[in-house]
């Protein structure tokens, strides 16, 4: 069974960039088409960050345009993982960072257990 | 974007009871050429992640427990739980996937009374 592993430091200062890696174990980064970050703050609700489509050998990628200047999604088959960046960080940002993946947008099952991210100085 | 707002913020059922839950969209999430409702609910509980329940408004996931059923079409879709359950204390989401960015409503509570 595919489980998905969130990473990466738990603090980060304010104006520094976020950088999370999610984990692929029990299988391939190469087995789902749909890769995507979806993050929450405390006590609060989703929002979705971006996610990585692969068809064939062409790969789309769309961010959610309230952080489109600052993030990118990539996919590292050989390190069978999939990262994060989020620059020039606030205390907004703070949240649980996880990373999902599925066939589609309509069909994302499979989570991370989700990472906390805090943005303080 | 499109804004997913659902109805109530919260709400508390007897055990063996039903629990609703409602979503409206700001635009349609029908997709005409396929007759489709871009439109998901998950679950989730304390410390979790999220849960897919249902997709396409009305496909409930596989394993996902028969007594939750979606309905719905273009903007407004309900989440129904029949003969609500104690492992069904938690938060619910709708989704929608019709119009990047994807959104979602502010989550639902649902606890037992």
């Known amino acids: 069974q595919v489980q998905l592993q969130e990473s990466g430091p738990g603090l980060v200062k304010p104006s520094e960039t976020l950088s999370l890696i999610c984990t692929v174990s029990g299988g391939s980064v190469s087995d789902s088409p749909y890769w995507t970050w979806i993050r929450q703050p405390p006590g609060k609700g989703l929002e979705y960050i971006g996610f990585v489509f692969s068809s064939g050998n062409r790969g789309n990628t769309h961010y959610n345009p309230s952080l489109k200047s600052r993030v990118t999604i990539s996919v590292d088959t050989s390190k069978n993982h999939l990262s994060l960046e989020l620059s020039s960080v606030t205390a907004a940002d703070t949240a649980v960072y996880y990373c999902a993946r599925g066939i589609d947008a309509a069909k994302v099952k499979t989570w991370g257990q989700g990472t906390l991210v805090t943005v303080s100085s | 974007d499109i804004v997913m707002t659902q109805s109530p913020d919260s709400l508390a059922v007897s055990l063996g009871e039903r629990a609703t839950i409602n979503c409206k969209s700001s635009?349609?999430?029908?997709?005409?050429?396929?007759?489709?409702?871009?439109l998901g609910w998950y679950q989730q509980k304390p410390g979790q992640p999220p849960k897919l329940l249902i997709y396409w408004a009305s496909i409930r996931e596989s394993g996902v427990p028969d007594r939750f059923s979606g309905s719905g079409s273009g903007t407004d879709f309900t989440l129904t739980i029949n003969s609500l359950q104690p492992e069904d204390v938690a938060v619910y989401f709708c989704h929608q996937y019709a119009s990047a960015p994807w959104t979602f409503g502010q989550g639902t509570k649902v606890e037992v009374k």
């Open positions: 635009q349609s999430v029908l997709y005409s050429p396929n007759n489709k409702n871009y």
